[in-house]
């Protein structure tokens, strides 16, 4: 993820440099009243200078002699040029659009991935339904509830072929956690004991609660 306060801190403190140095340059070896003021305004055309006005100096001598300051304006002008671009790109990647996986953006804690306007988590560890439940809860999260086929798909294209908890449990019938009912997909069970919900790559399970599996939590991304 990029700093974003460290890079607007670098390219103020770049300009405040390039002032003071070509400042200094201009009094020791051009122009003392005219250029300090412009190119502390246009440090970033600041290599159009090296062009535009060769002939206004008149001489190859003067030209040589300035040399340091012109080499200078122009390595301060394509930095600031690169950070102000890295800045716009960082931008315009977390403004996209909102089905793209933006996973470099800032509004998912680190470890988490993102899919439109959620966050994921992939447990390593393995846990029963349970504890599973309070971890997604003590992140202020909540044990996966899955909205459609699409998003379905889409994590069991990301997880191993292990067994992860999503919070999907059977009373008198599979409801998920906010006591919505299973409406889009089926649901492997074979026991009266199964009455917790996971997920696989060939799709949704019942098993027993106190197995150790993994889990997945999911938040609403800030």
């Known amino acids: 993820m990029l700093p ?3 890079v607007v801190a670098v390219i103020v403190t770049s ?5 003071r140095l070509l400042n200094m340059l201009c009094k020791r070896v051009c122009f003392p009243e005219v250029f300090p003021a412009l190119l502390a305004r246009f440090i970033p055309s ?3 200078v090296f062009w535009g006005n060769k002939q206004y100096f008149g001489s190859f001598a003067f030209f040589s002699r300035c040399s340091l ?3 200078v304006a122009i390595v ?22 909102g089905d793209s996986a933006c996973a470099s953006c800032s509004s998912c804690p680190d470890f988490w991935m993102r899919y439109k306007n959620h966050c994921y988590y992939f447990s ?6 349970n504890s599973s439940l309070e971890f997604c809860t003590a992140s202020d999260a909540q044990l996966l509830m899955l909205m459609d086929n699409q998003e379905m798909s889409l994590l069991q294209n990301l997880i191993n072929q292990d067994f992860h908890w999503i919070g ?8 998920w956690e906010d006591g919505s009912p299973l409406n889009f997909s089926r649901i492997s069970s074979n026991s009266l004991v199964q009455r917790c919900g996971a997920i696989s790559k060939e799709g949704l399970h019942g ?9 997945i939590c999911k938040k609403a991304r800030l």
């Not at 999907?168 to 409801?175: A, V």
């Open 69 to 71: 300051f012109y080499i």
């Open 76 to 97: 301060l002008g394509l930095l600031n040029v690169l950070l102000i671009s890295l800045l716009l790109y960082q931008w315009i990647l977390c403004k996209g659009p």
């Open 207 to 215: 098993s027993s609660c106190e197995v150790l599996l993994q889990w």
């Open 124 to 129: 390593v560890e393995k846990k029963d339904w």
């Open 4 to 6: 974003w306060g460290c």
């Open 46 to 48: 600041a290599f159009l």
């Open 15 to 19: 300009r405040l440099v390039a002032f």
């Open 168 to 175: 999907l449990r059977k009373n008198s019938s599979w409801r």
